[in-house]
């Protein structure tokens, strides 16, 4: 079996390997996308026990994804106005 992931699927049902290399992270992250937060990552479905992604579905949710960068801007300054702050809190020490 060769050792390369075809990413060459049109249209297709992919496996994770193959779902991980077209969004070009690693595989864990989806891993972590489903478990640990639930409902962010692209949908996938269970073949069999197995898990697998329509191209479809990755690319639904990457165009979900794009950056607004009026949107952006506009929110740190509305936090500021309002006496929020801006910095990460730190931890107790």
Known sequence: MSATIDTNVEGGILTIDQAAAYLSIPKATLYTWRTRRAGFGPRA??????????????????????????DT????????????SLSRSSRPR
Do not use: T
């Open 45 to 70: 479905v269970k073949l069999g026990g197995c898990l697998r992604y329509r191209r479809s579905d990755l690319d639904a949710w990457v165009a979900e994804h794009v950056e607004n960068f009026d």
């Open 73 to 84: 801007l506009a929110v740190p300054e509305q936090r500021a106005a309002d006496g929020v």
